[in-house]
């Protein structure tokens, strides 16, 4: 028997011990990444303008996140300046309550009134009406008295600067000396 061996030249060519199939791989990426090579050089003109544009947005985030936050630490600032005003008139506004609540009390109504020259009435009398229309009266009615009026002292104003054009002098209403009189311990001066 003759062996007959196929010539080298149309076998293919692979290493020892190494299968056809095998050598066909390591070759197919050779071809394939040198034939991908001229199609990847003209990708890198289209990447350039991509990365800028994100590069861009993400700096006008970083610009809108700065400013947000900075309009935001403003506005808490404001915030807290309306707070403290509201607080402040809110203080002022009971303080106020509380000053008209002691002026209408019982006892400074009475000092208001006897500091303008009232005397507290005496005990009052009432009048009953009737069914029949008839009306009898209860109780005594007595005029209100006052202590005796203090000492009136007359207050000596200064003399006026002298003015451009002659004034003539008031004259006192009827019934008066026409002096001026202060009553001890009037807070609100003469009269």
């Given at each position: 028997m003759t062996d007959t061996?196929?010539?080298p030249a149309a076998r293919p060519e692979?290493?020892?011990g190494a299968s056809p199939r095998a050598t066909d791989r390591t070759r197919a990426p050779r071809v394939r990444a040198t034939a991908s090579a001229p199609a990847h050089a003209g990708?890198?003109?289209?990447?350039a303008p991509f990365v800028l544009l994100i590069m861009v947005l993400l700096a006008s985030g970083l610009v809108a996140t700065l400013w947000l936050s900075t309009?935001?630490?403003a506005d808490s600032y404001r915030l807290e300046g309306a707070r403290t005003g509201a607080r402040d008139l809110s203080e002022q506004a009971e303080h106020l309550r509380r000053d008209v609540e002691a002026m209408q009390?019982?006892?400074s109504v009475a000092?208001?009134?006897a500091r303008i020259g009232m005397v507290p009435g005496g005990t009052p009398s009432v009048l009953l009406v009737r069914p029949d229309g008839s009306t009898q009266l209860v109780g005594a009615p007595t005029p209100a008295s006052a202590a005796p009026p203090g000492p009136a002292t007359t207050v000596?104003?200064?003399p006026a600067p002298a003015s451009p054009t002659p004034t003539s002098p008031a004259t006192p209403a009827a019934g008066t000396t026409g002096a001026v009189t202060a009553v001890a311990g009037d807070p609100e001066g003469p009269r």
């Open positions: 061996m196929a010539p692979c290493s020892r990708r890198t003109g289209g990447t309009a935001a630490a009390s019982a006892p000092a208001g009134a000596v104003s200064r």
